[in-house]
């Protein structure tokens, strides 16, 4: 249960858009639909903000999408706002009813 | 409004026991299944453990296996976490988190810490 990789950090500008990569392996990322992100702002608990790696729960902004490429899966912000500034992590169904987490990647608006 | 409370967390040395409780409210807790989630100071999530909607069913994260316990008592809408032989590496917060049919943690509690010093 090797943990997913990503970027410890990303910045933009306000307006921008960001990309936030987050590599397994085809025994995770690339076997299955089901990566997660969660955002976690300082001191507060993850939140979920995308599901089987495309789809945004009700009441998450547009602005935020996911697409996966074979053993990577990518969340890109658009329209970057200083709300957005936040820790970051992906999360795939790992088979045999685990679930592995990224690192996490701080965002920073610049 | 769904809420999930944690509690038991505290400060406790290697070796000894410890159990954490999770108080779900505004929803049908026996519908669902029950994930526990970590972090620990200064880095990031870690999945513990998760058990089914009826209590039959429970996995755990290689870390934790043969040490802690994924348990429900769903006559009181609680999902508990005993953790034995704690290590030093146990520190961190516990986070609970309602499970949307094995695809994502769609709504997580505000967690509770454990220490584990000498």
């Known amino acids: 249960q090797s943990a997913l990789t990503q970027p410890a950090s990303v910045s933009g500008s306000p307006g921008e858009s960001i990309t936030i990569s987050c590599t397994g392996t085809?025994?995770?990322?690339?076997?299955?639909?089901?990566v997660s992100w969660y955002q976690q702002s300082p001191g507060q608990a993850p939140k979920l903000i995308i599901y089987?790696?495309?789809k945004r729960p009700s009441g998450v902004s547009n602005r935020f999408s996911g697409s996966k490429s074979g053993n990577t899966a990518s969340l890109t912000i658009s329209g970057l706002q200083a709300e957005d500034e936040a820790d970051y992590y992906c999360?795939?169904?790992?088979?045999?009813?685990?679930?592995?987490f990224g690192g996490g990647t701080k965002v920073t608006v610049l | 409004q769904v809420q999930l409370v944690e509690s038991g967390g505290g400060v406790v040395q290697p070796g000894m026991s410890l159990r954490l409780s999770c108080v779900v409210s505004g929803l049908a807790f026996n519908g669902y299944g029950m994930h526990w989630v970590r972090q620990a100071p200064g880095k990031g999530l870690e999945w513990v453990a998760v058990?089914?909607?009826?209590?039959?069913?429970?996995y755990y994260a290689d870390s934790v296996k043969g040490r802690f316990t994924i348990s429900r008592d769903n006559s009181k809408n609680t999902l508990y976490l005993q953790m034995n032989s704690l290590r030093v590496e146990d520190t961190a917060v516990y986070y609970c988190?309602?499970?949307?049919?094995?695809?994502?943690?769609?709504?997580w509690g505000q967690g509770t810490m454990v220490t584990v010093s000498s």
């Open positions: 999360c795939s169904y790992a088979g045999r009813t685990t679930w592995v």
């Open positions: 058990i089914s909607y009826g209590g039959d069913s429970k």
């Open positions: 988190a309602k499970d949307d049919d094995l695809i994502a943690f769609d709504i």
């Open positions: 089987e790696g495309t």
């Open positions: 085809s025994s995770d990322v690339g076997n299955y639909d089901l």
